[in-house]
């Protein structure tokens, strides 16, 4: 029930295709903290009555104090009778044993008075055991609470991401039927590059990466905003330690997934860190022109992500120069399964996957079709008519974007 925790409780499809999904979150009454929560109003109970025992020793202190400071003078007077005395002692007589029983009197009482300092002196120290073992609590169970904390936001983000994408397959996978007309988002560079959202982040995260160029290129800019990549401001340079071969780059939970130049190598870019976290090679592909789309451009490898994950389009000599389509683990780059499409890479424009289903148009110029699609989930394929409007004629980089269920291209 919804009452266990975050749950997606219903799901429908909107006229425009959206999934529209309705999440509940747990009522705050089942919060498991309640525990740490009743521990932490008893620490600070006790907070409150060291402060106010505090607040007495001080005044208590004090008073004493004074009272110390008005018998110092019966204390120094008493000082010099006993000097007398021990000087002279026939100079102690009657009269004088009883002036010094007198001051005594007066003296007695400072002797609770110093027994009370004693115990304060007790109390002190009591008060700093407990202060010292009440800010380790404190720290302790705010160091539990933060983890605690995050682990379960964590834990419920990861599960609602599970229903959401479970949710988005389920309603919007299936067969391409038709492509919009394209919306021009801005014109510079050279002829060949390529540019590119997150497939992975929160849609509040609108970073655009430009790589312009087709090979030996390592620059990379990353523009904060949609807006600022088409005003060409409020960017950073990232310097990859590798040149790029091609324009079949993605970007995908915040690293950069790109063919390492003259090499089959897959290299992966952590933006954040700007370090390659790991490369490797694809066994047996092609590079430096030897496979690539007809357009050229070293474009022998293609790294895709849909809403499954993240892809490799390549092809090997084994192959006959077909395109092969692999999946690939994000995190070690190893080829996870391989399909042989059977169709000849250098005949196609360019190439993207949806749903697990890669779409190749059978030309990069103007007049170009959506031709052909493979379905790995099935290991089919068939023949298609889509039209492609190709808006400036020549293709040189062509890639499907999950989150945004659009496709991205450069022509």
Known sequence: SPDEGWQVYTSAQAPDGKCLCTAVIPVQGTCSRDLRSHQLRQLMEKVQNISQSMEVLDLRTYRDLQYVRNTESLMKGLDSRLKVAAESQKSLNAKSFQALKDKMTELLPLM???????????????????????????????????????????????????????????LGCGKLTGVSNPITIRASGSRFGSWMTDTMTPSADSRVWYMDGYYKGRRVLEFRTLNDFVTGQNFVQHLLPHPWAGTGHVVFNGSLYYNKYQSNIAVKYHFRSRSVLVQRSLAGAGYNNTFPYSWGGFSDIDFMVDESGLWAVYTTNQNAGNIVVSRVDPQTLEVLRSWDTGYPKRSAGESFMICGTLYVTNSHLAGAKIYFAYYTNTSSYEYTDIPFHNQYSHISMLDYNPRERVLYTWN
Do not use: F, W
Request: overall charge negative; proline content about 2%.
């Open 112 to 170: 609770p008075v110093l027994d009370q300092y004693k115990s304060d002196t007790r109390l002190i120290v009591h008060l700093k055991e407990e202060v010292r073992n009440l800010s380790g609590n404190l720290l302790a169970i705010q160091e539990e609470m933060g983890a605690y904390d995050y682990e379960e936001l964590q834990q419920r983000v990861l599960m609602l991401e599970a229903r959401l994408h479970a949710c988005m397959q389920k």
